[in-house]
């Protein structure tokens, strides 16, 4: 059984940073490109940035280039959204996914004042 277990969100203050993590199990993970997708209250699923099998190509959203960083650590099965500058429009619950498009439960980000 495929699972994805996102970790690392939180209340945040605009400007803040936090650093999600996704641990995953039950699938080769090396062989999997990885992506992260968000929504917002009341909002459909955005894809945010996905990072390739080898982490050597990353794509990201326009509205979160430069300010977020995806990353993989292919020998501890984890993949990781750092994520700078953060703005109260990056409130969302964040989901990794694996190259089925299997999403793990979320892991709420909220950046408030």
């Known amino acids: 059984e495929v699972q994805l277990v996102e970790s690392g969100g939180g209340l945040v203050q605009p400007g803040g940073s936090l650093r999600l993590s996704c641990t995953a199990s039950g699938l080769v993970f090396n062989n999997n490109a990885m992506s992260w997708a968000r929504q917002a209250p009341g909002k459909g699923l955005e894809w945010v940035s996905s990072?390739?099998?080898?982490?050597?190509?990353?794509t990201y959203t326009d509205s979160v280039k430069g300010r977020f960083k995806i990353s993989r650590d292919n020998a501890k099965n984890t993949l990781y959204l750092e994520m700078n500058r953060l703005k109260p429009e990056d409130t969302a619950v964040y989901y990794c996914e694996d190259g089925s498009s299997r999403r793990g439960q979320g892991t709420q980000v909220t950046v408030s004042s």
């Open positions: 990072i390739s099998r080898d982490g050597g190509i990353t």
